[in-house]
């Protein structure tokens, strides 16, 4: 397997006795790249989801197609074959405006919602349509942030890491600093680069990657994280090949 240092990929893991949330983060689909089976990586993907325990929902966290706006309403179809719930988060390869976003995805490119009345979410967009790597709207997490500042746990999505730590990450310190701010912030989720699949944190704060799931390069085990959040508070988080249905990695965070 390629070599993530410095990210961590290994770590303590304990299952919680009783799962109150299970959620699914797949990234970098690439939907209609040439030259790739991504047709049927996405059927893997899709079929390995299903196969999945009382999950609640699953977030696309970006470069759901490649480029070609054409491509936009297709994937939409394939992922509306899940019999579960889905959120879509914008990448750069996602060549679309904001309002021809929301026509199709019925949501904005920045997103919030709580589930469960205790977890809030956060999809936050990093690009446009040129496909420029852009830091967060701080003023969209900032008012996130504060409407959920009462609930127990939140989880936040963006696709390009907010930090230069990656090849492909831009530098970001008031994103970083906005998280820190939150105690009830438990995670961040990236796409984007797909040969990255494990921890760092920042302030305390855990940035996690999934690898890829579709796409021409990257971590030569396509997969998909899953994080549950325990009855005791406890949150877990496992990377899993879609091909094998394996753990490749997993942390308590």
Known sequence: MTSLMPFLNYGKMEF???TKLKFIVASDGHYGQPNTEFEASHKTLLKAIQQEQEVDFVVFNGDLIHDDPKWMPEVKKVYDSLKLPYFPVKGNHDRISETAWQNIWGIPADHRFVWKEHFGMILANSSNQAG???CADTEFLKSSLEEFKNLAFVFVFVHISQNDWTLHGV????FLELMARYSNVRAIFHGHDHDVNGIMRNRKKPYLWSGHFGGSWGSPHPGYR????????KVITYLKSMNEGMILSGHTI
Do not use: I, W
Request: aromatic share 6%; proline share 11%.
């Open 132 to 134: 420029e790597y852009l």
């Open 171 to 174: 530098s970001c310190d008031p």
């Open 226 to 233: 899953v994080c549950e959040v325990g009855g005791d508070g």
């Open 16 to 18: 919680p006795e009783k």
